[in-house]
């Protein structure tokens, strides 16, 4: 039998961006250009990309969520991610990571996106 860890209490559930990183613009611009199939919205406005991290290696990686575990493009769209970022200059590996915690939510959309989809 194996327990499994419980979150650590006050740990945020989402890690944070590198967002004082040069790169890290760019990143979310190349993530901005990966559209879910089923939704005409880019998957970074739809609050699918949980955390962009980039070291001093220039390793990005990317933890990201679909918006239902039975998303038909499940095993594809990481591939998209790295796809998209990898010709990057100065970037030097691309890792993405799947996650399902926490579960994603319209609450996690940019105010843009639900205007497009008719939220708002």
């Known amino acids: 039998m194996t327990q499994t860890s419980d979150p650590v209490e006050g740990a945020p559930l989402i890690a944070p961006s590198s967002t004082d990183h ?3 613009d760019q990143l979310v611009e190349a993530c901005r250009s990966v559209y879910d199939p089923e939704i005409p919205v880019n998957i970074y406005d739809l609050g699918l990309i949980y955390t962009i991290d980039v070291d001093d290696e220039a390793v ?9 575990p039975g998303c038909p493009v499940a095993g594809e769209m990481p591939g998209w ?11 030097k590996q691309v890792d993405v990571e799947l996650v399902w915690e926490p579960p994603w939510g319209m609450d996690m959309m940019s105010d843009e996106a639900r205007l497009e989809l008719g939220f708002m």
């Open 22 to 24: 040069p790169l890290y």
């Open 81 to 91: 991610i790295a796809e998209a970022i990898e010709p990057l200059p100065g970037v």
């Open 60 to 68: 990005v990686k990317v933890i990201m969520t679909l918006t239902a």
